[in-house]
């Protein structure tokens, strides 16, 4: 993805990056044809998954020190503890960073329809989790985690339905 190798950057480590999907970069991984692969998706990652249990891969995270200085030049992302047992032989909690989903449109979608979109997302968690845990964290309040992405006025009316403002320099 576009923000392994900033992160890396950040922390002074100079990588050859090549882009790929998920399987296939855990399947160059098992063939010896890459060192390391970072994938952004919500955890668990499948491939990370069928990775830990067909070979013997060493995950890894971040220091304090390091995750402090990619918070800092990253606000965007959040700290993310992975938990111990998260997949197989990860018996260790390990640190990492994360991004909050977005639905992104253009400016000139009408506000209605993408009120609806939101409320419908936002409305119906239990069937979000069913296709992905991972949205366990899709919820109203977790909107005002995102301090950098101007919300469409549909979305702004839905939470404000929901008592939840929008500050105002993120109000699109």
């Known amino acids: 993805g576009t923000y392994w ?11 050859t990056v090549s882009n790929s999907g998920a399987a296939d970069a855990a399947g ?48 965007e992302v959040a700290p993310l503890d992975i938990p111990s047992g998260t997949y197989a032989g990860h018996d260790y909690d390990q640190k990492s960073v994360a991004m909050w989903n977005f639905a992104v449109a253009n400016q000139s979608m009408p506000e209605s329809l993408a009120y609806e979109i939101v409320k419908l997302v936002m409305e119906n968690h239990d069937r ?17 985690n995102n301090s950098f992405l101007p919300f469409h006025p549909g979305a702004v009316r839905y939470y404000k339905e929901k008592g939840i403002a929008i500050p105002d320099e993120l109000k699109g």
Do not use: Y
């Open 128 to 144: 979000m989790m069913q296709i992905h845990s991972s949205a366990s964290e899709t919820l109203p309040e977790n909107a005002l």
């Open 28 to 75: 160059q991984l098992k063939d010896g044809l890459v060192d390391a692969f970072a994938f952004a998706a919500g955890v668990p990652i499948s491939a990370f998954s069928q990775l830990a249990a067909e070979a013997d891969v060493v995950m890894f995270g971040f220091t304090d020190a390091e995750l402090a200085t990619i918070l800092e030049k990253h606000p």
């Open 5 to 15: 190798p900033r992160f890396l950057e950040s922390l002074g480590v100079s990588a």
